[in-house]
């Protein structure tokens, strides 16, 4: 049983090397968090470790990949729901997954979450924008859509560090009334 790759052990020694990285995360940056960071805080060796991961970015990215699967599905955008409505779920799902999403957010342009994430909501955006201010130059619009991602990225990170009591619905209030609505 000991060599099976999924076993009760794998997966509780996989999940404390996990919780000690992310206890890492809310304390330090990514750069500077060693293998043997989360070893101390995990208390496992570095072999163990090194049975599971090459180094702390693989487990970053083995993290956000298990994000991945569990948001995308959440934040499906329907073609006739609203940016608002929809940044709203997106905000509750990125507070529930504090601290990694303070540092996805820090480091949006590295985030294949991010990325994904923007990507599901991007044609709508696009579409709503067009209309709101009365253009259709793709150029132009692409613009108003990186003004979106960078300003709604950079209220959820200020938001999550400093946890000041401000609720999910509140943030996502003040973040509706900038966003373009349909008229």
């Known amino acids: 049983m000991a060599g099976i790759k999924n076993n009760r052990r794998t997966i509780y020694t996989k999940k404390i090397i996990k919780e000690a990285f992310l206890e890492l995360l809310s304390e ?8 043997t960071d989360i070893c101390k805080r995990a208390d496992v060796n570095r072999g163990t470790f090194y049975n599971y991961y090459t180094d702390t970015i ?7 990949a298990q994000l991945i699967e569990k948001i995308l599905p959440l934040i499906k955008i329907d073609s006739d729901e609203e940016l608002a409505s ?25 985030s294949h979450l991010i990325k994904a994430i923007f990507q599901e909501v991007h044609e709508v955006a696009i579409e709503s ?3 709101r201010y009365h253009e259709d130059d793709p150029r132009l619009l692409e613009y108003y859509f990186t003004y979106f991602v960078r300003g709604v990225l950079g209220t959820v990170e200020e938001w999550l560090i400093n946890d000041d009591g401000t609720s999910a619905d509140d943030l996502s209030r003040v973040l509706a009334q900038v966003l373009p609505s349909e008229e």
């Open 129 to 131: 924008f067009g209309t």
């Open 28 to 35: 330090k940056e990514l750069q500077k968090i060693t293998v």
């Open 86 to 110: 929809w940044l709203s779920r997106l905000i509750t799902i990125l507070k529930e997954a504090q601290p990694l999403s303070s540092i996805l957010t820090r480091n949006y342009q590295n």
């Open 58 to 64: 693989d487990l970053f990215h083995q993290i956000e």
